[in-house]
Every structure is written in structure tokens, then in C-alpha cells.
């Protein structure tokens, strides 16, 4: 549900429209990804999602907050 719910929203940004969503297991459990425009969000089944724009690095944001933070690192 949290996984829908979070692509739905970056759905809703033309970057985001297809772009492909990755999976990578790792220790903490399996962290999901999804990569467009030099921007990549990232989250895990529970907790903060991670939004990292190029090379800087990943600032937490709630499901709330997902939205905005996208909205204004795409019209930088």
C-alpha cells in the first residue's frame, strides 16, 4: 500500500511518469528506488523517504512532504 501510495504521487510529475522503479536488498530490508531527472527517491518498508538530487546527499522527508520537496527540486 505504502509503495502505491508513493508512486502514485510521483506519478503525478511528467519526470516521473515511466520511470522505472528498482529494489536492492540490503541489510535493513529491501529498499525500493525510483530515478528521474537527477533525482533519485528512495525508501524503505517503513520510515522517512530519502529524495537526493545528483550527488548531494539524501534528505528525509515524510509522506507529507513528498510532494513539495519534488515540486521544488523539478522547477529549480
Do not use: H
Not at 509503495?3 to 530490508?29: C, H, Q
Request: proline share 3%.
Amino acid at each position: 500500500m505504502r509503495d502505491k501510495s508513493i508512486l502514485e504521487k510521483l506519478k503525478a510529475f511528467p519526470e516521473f511518469d515511466g520511470a522505472v522503479m528498482n529494489r536492492y536488498p540490503t541489510r535493513e530490508g529491501l529498499l525500493k528506488f525510483i530515478q528521474a531527472g537527477g533525482v533519485t527517491v528512495s525508501w524503505y518498508n517503513r520510515g522517512k523517504i530519502g529524495v537526493q538530487i545528483g550527488e548531494t546527499d539524501t534528505i528525509g522527508v515524510g509522506m507529507c512532504e513528498l510532494s513539495g520537496v519534488i515540486s521544488e527540486v523539478l522547477t529549480q
